[in-house]
């Protein structure tokens, strides 16, 4: 939120002076249409459906070599009255969409565990992406007794770069987008 | 403005620091950020936040001062015009350069990311691309063609024979693995070169969409860790009556050294293209941190010229506004010491002069107070003097006079300091004929001289003794100091004195042979009568009476004499004035019938306290004077007229003024009318007026004499009404009284 504000304060400020022009590269729907946790001994699995933008920049981008992130956060929050809510748990499953141009296909890589899934079409790789199932967020012990709030939300970003190059993104990045929160509450 | 001595500025000194040290710490960040370090990611809202803050603040900072300078330059603020031309130069010579840099660093940035970026560079790639596609493309053609040659060989096998057929022919291709899968994607039979654990993953929905329309399908899959698998696929002959579609899908390695080259050209590839989408970002990231580098450091720059400059001007100002107070004045200013350099050694010098110039004037002041009391003391003992003091310059300019100059010269000359005397001299016969006195001296060249004036005028002849003596004045000027008396009073009473002697002398002189000479003549009479004839007794009768009646009115005369003379013995009363007169009057009035008198007389005047017998003498006196006076004129008249008079200090006096209009006084004999023996008239004694004058100077009372303008003589007599006033004035007159007659 603050990134953006700065930005639009930033790009207000120097759109005369000329930056990148902002046709919003990640243009299409981008929402998690469903969500929901099943317990399995007492590991909480999350399972989503999310909905990610298609269209032709993403498509040329990919046939020019750039990697996108596709995040997918996850939080458990402890709603206190007076105070913060306090945060339980706040994971990212990171996947990374690239296309192959030796083999002419879209991988999609899992980057935690390194597992990765290779689809002839771009379309394919998108359905794949925005099927998650049985993401272990939580163990039991984690939780008290009282009401918890399960939020989850899914993000695109152009991935891959060095570190340094990404903090430069920070000015202008038309390749970022994060949805809406998906929450939910969770009577433990 | 009070001093506050070296005392840094500590408060003014802190800000900058944290400026200072906030600034540098922000700009730091930002190169970091730029540089590689993945922590300064996280950061990044804060450094840009702080950076803006900065950028915002110092903006807001710098339009005030601007503002202000800009104000003050109009406003013609001491100090603006320096301010000014210093925040130019400096600004000039930090702004000039800084734009050429950032000119410069903008095209360095531009031309150089571009050149990472080249065409060859892309082109290599896509070459290189190509070519791994190529020497894959070979294998996977091989590859898809066995497996079209196997699938015919199968589609005329029965099931149980497939297994054997597929053995051989994975033992003859180094295949992973081959499936064959009948209706519902079922695998029908399967070969692998690992042990089967579990049944084959089914196949991807494209291969299967693929073989459904009866074409051959073949993929280069990527697999983790740098790995490629050949998946080929080709439908069998249909068998009749079959449900679905049978298929034999193989999947084939690649040659290991096959496939890390390829896998290089990918990666190479995939990171050219990440680059590649950087570049305008990259690009306008790098624009922007270098702008708002260089505005920070622009803003930073003006505002350190301008805050120097101010400083490196306020000790100026102050000294102006120094220089200022102390032209209008105010030599207790001391301006606050900036430093220890030269400035502040010109503030030292300053605050040195101004401390001195307040010594002095206060030394100044002093010494003109201790001159002003002198002058002061000086202008009481002048005024307190009965000696008149006339200081002037040699044009007669009057720089000096006291009181009792003007009372002896009969002119104010209260207002006359800076006047010439010339020109006062128009009111006063006296002043007119002691500046005509004095002229002459300076004109005969005499400077120094003491000598005794007479001055004549109406109300009679006054003798000063009169000292002049050079006093120098101004440079190259001369004043003079005239001193005189007035020395007529003292010369009458000497006068006075001098005469009572020789009255009294006379009197026994001529008293003592006046009684044996009565007596002879009483006793010539009586011895001779007797036996004379009556022709010769009525002779003797005769001259012994003659005798005894001129020894007689030889004796009133001595008398006369003694009268003058004697001591005074005063019997005071309270009496009419008004009715005394009166009473004169009428006694004269039978007496002397040709003569008409008249009377003037003030209602107000009720009752005197005096000697009523020497008053009814004075009055005698004068009347007599005035009617001996009109003898030789045809119709004489006399005037008598009193009045009520009230003195300033509140004591009231009663005046009689005798007027006629007979000859009047000789000018010659009016300064001394009333001396013995001075008079006119061919009889008289010549003792009347002066026993007149004897007899009021008893009463502390004064008496002048003159001429009438219209002609004839007038006596004023005033007389103190109350004896409390007289004996006040008694006090403070017998002592001289006495005084002159012992002289």
Redesign the interface.
Known sequence: MLRRAFILLLAAALTAWGGPAGADALDGVLEVRSAYIHVDKGVFLLNARIEYPINPMIHDALKDGVTLSFDLEARVDRPRRFWFDATVVNLTLRRELSYHAVSDRYVVREVRSGKQESFATLAEALEYLGRVDDWPILVEPQLGSGSYRISVRAGIRRGRLPASLRALLFWTDDWHRVSEWYSWSLPV | MVATGVKPNWRAVAVAVIWAAAGLGALLLLAK??????Q??RA??WI??LN?IGLVALTIVLARKLWQLVRDYRGHVPGSRLTARTVSIFGALVVAPLLIVYLFSLEFINRGIDSWFRTEVKQGLTDA?VL??AA?DVRLREYSRRTEQLARALSGTPREGMLALLEEERRATSALEIVVYGELDRALAATSNEPIESLPAPP???LVRQVNQRHVYV??????GGQ?LIRTAAPLADVPGAAGVRYVVALYPVPPEIAAL??A??RA??????????R???K??????L?LVLLLAMLAAIYGAIFSAQRLTRPIQDLIAGTRAVGKGDFGTRLPLPSRDEMGFLVHSFNDMTKRLRRAREEAQRSQQAVERERERLAIILARLSTGVLAIDRQLTVRIANQAAGAILGADLSSATGRPLTELAGGSARLGQFVEAITQRFAAGREEWREQLELGGESGRRTLMCACTPLPVEEGDVGYVIVFDDITVLLQAQRDAAWGEVARRLAHEIKNPLTPIQLSAERMRRRFLSSMSPQDAEVLERATHTIVQQVETMKQMVNAFSEYARAPDMKVVRFSLNALVAEVADLYRSHEPRVEIRLDLDERLEAIEADRGRVRQILNNLVVNALEALESVPSGKLEISTRLETAADGAQYAAVTVCDNGPGFQRELLGRIFDPYVTSKPKGTGLGLAIVKKIVEEHAGRIDADNRPEGGARVRVVLPVADSTRSAGARERRPDLRKEKRA
Request: proline share 8%; glycine share 2%; hydrophobic share 35%.
């Open positions: 950020s730029v540089q590689n370090s993945d300064f990611s990044q809202p840009l936040l803006v691309l791994s596609r894959l991807p929905a494209d993929s280069l899959e990527p697999q983790s490629y390829s896998e050209v990918q590839y995939s990171q050219y293209g990440d680059l590649a989408a950087l305008d970002p990259l306008y990231s790098f624009r922007l941190t702008t």
